[in-house]
């Protein structure tokens, strides 16, 4: 059985910092190309950022360049968003996902195409 677990949400004024953690299980952690995606209330699920299998490539929406970035721990079967100066537009439910990959490049920014999902965690950014 794939799992994966978010966790690191919470509430923060703005202009901090928060750090989400995604734990794997049941699945060849190497061989999946790793996504964050986040859900405000009213919208649409959105890509945040993806990470390729071996970290080397990565992808962040413009509204997040230069203030979040994705990493991956592959030993650790791991995938984190650390997030700083964060701002109330960042307030969503944040989601974990993963898409088998075939290479160490590929990079996926569809959700239909990530067949395994996280359950998400809240992070709400206060004024």
């Known amino acids: 059985q794939v799992q994966l677990e978010e966790s690191g949400g919470g509430l923060v004024q703005a202009g901090g910092s928060l750090r989400l953690s995604c734990s794997a299980s049941?699945?060849?952690?190497?061989?999946?190309?790793l996504g964050w995606f986040r859900q405000a209330p009213g919208k649409e699920r959105e890509l945040v950022a993806v990470v390729s299998r071996t970290g080397n490539s990565t992808y962040y929406t413009d509204s997040v360049k230069g203030r979040f970035t994705i990493s991956r721990d592959n030993a650790k079967k791991k995938v984190y968003l650390q997030m700083n100066r964060l701002i109330p537009e960042d307030t969503a439910v944040y989601y974990c996902?993963?898409?088998?990959?075939?290479?160490?490049?590929?990079?996926?920014?569809?959700?239909?195409?990530?067949?395994?999902w996280g359950r998400g965690t809240q992070v709400t950014v206060s004024s």
């Open positions: 049941g699945l060849s952690f190497s061989m999946f190309v």
């Open positions: 996902a993963a898409k088998i990959a075939f290479s160490d490049t590929y990079i996926s920014t569809t959700g239909n195409e990530y067949a395994h």
